[in-house]
């Protein structure tokens, strides 16, 4: 495997820029210029560090988390594996489409489903599971977790629940907040809820609408062992559904091709978590067979 080079995030360097720029600038010029001309002018460049200083807080809660981490996995062991995930389906197109580049790959991955998808586009969700991928619970209308009553979020989920078992015959164990988001309180109530929560160590942002050489670009750079990768096969910034994921459709094969050149193993989110030593799940989905048959029956 080749070594791994240290990544310095761009929002980092363009924050450290402006901070020495600022100093440099206060401390050269405020003497000789009038100080509310100097606030004036250097407002703009204080708002975008700002941002710029937002941007890595919500990086640093995205990737690391703030607060008890209890029943939160967010990457495998450190052996040479990957999991890739996918989150916001089951979508008619781009859903088949990451599947059939999946099944030319040899490659299993984990989809996260919002319930009302997986009613909506029942044979497309229906395929994901023949096709021997993990499914996970992603709420039924991919609404904000933090913000909700208790009886919503219990609701959300239970309604999703229902979809995957009326349309699959299969109750989850792997939960995943819409955007990641959650607070002390809603894990509590997750975990309560007899569910382990999968985040990721890389997220490939195609969220953004960003190119497929960009999305390759990104991920590869980020890849480290234990690696879980974040893509989404439906979505929209704001809507549930609507986006165009037609670049991670074009970036996927590259990505994959990419990551077994570095010398990874692409495996399924579910064969990653029982190498952890501290979950006890051995099983993550229970298929619920037709009443004429046992039921309960795990795989």
């Known amino acids: ?19 020495i720029f600022e100093l440099a600038y206060f401390t050269f010029l405020s003497n000789w210029l009038n100080q509310w001309f100097v606030f004036r002018a250097h407002l703009p460049t204080l708002v975008i560090f700002s941002g710029m200083f937002a941007g890595l807080a919500v990086s640093y809660y995205e990737y690391r988390g703030i607060g008890p981490q209890e029943g939160i996995v967010r990457r495998g062991t450190n052996g040479l594996e990957i999991a890739l995930t996918f989150d916001d389906g089951p979508n008619p197109e781009y859903t088949n489409e990451i ?14 489903m919002v319930g009302k998808h997986v009613e909506k586009y029942p044979e497309v969700a229906k395929r994901v599971f023949n096709e021997g991928h993990d499914i996970g619970n992603h709420t039924y209308s991919h609404r904000d977790l933090v913000s909700a009553t ?31 988001m959650f607070s002390n309180s809603v894990r509590k109530l997750i975990i309560e809820m007899g569910y382990t929560i999968i985040l990721w160590t890389d997220s490939a942002k195609d969220w953004r609408g960003s190119t497929p050489k960009t999305i390759v670009r990104r991920v590869t750079r980020h890849i480290k062992s234990g690696g879980v990768i974040l893509f989404h096969d439906s979505g929209s910034l704001i809507r549930s559904e609507g986006a165009d994921r037609g670049n991670t459709v074009a970036a996927l094969p590259l990505v994959i091709d990419e990551i077994r050149r570095k010398g ?22 229970e298929v619920l067979l037709p009443p004429s048959a046992a039921a309960g029956q795990e795989i």
């Open 264 to 285: 990874y193993k692409i495996v399924a989110l579910s064969q990653m978590l029982n190498e952890l030593d501290h979950i006890e799940e051995e099983r993550f989905i």
């Open 99 to 112: 599947l059939d580049v999946l099944k030319k790959k040899q490659v299993k991955a984990a989809f996260f």
């Open 150 to 180: 208790r009886k919503t979020i219990i609701k959300e989920i239970d309604q999703t629940d229902k979809a995957m078992m009326r349309v699959l015959g299969i109750k989850t164990k792997l939960f995943r907040p819409p955007r990641g």
């Open 1 to 19: 495997m080749q070594s791994q080079k240290k990544y310095i995030p761009n929002e980092l360097l363009i924050a450290i820029g402006i901070l």
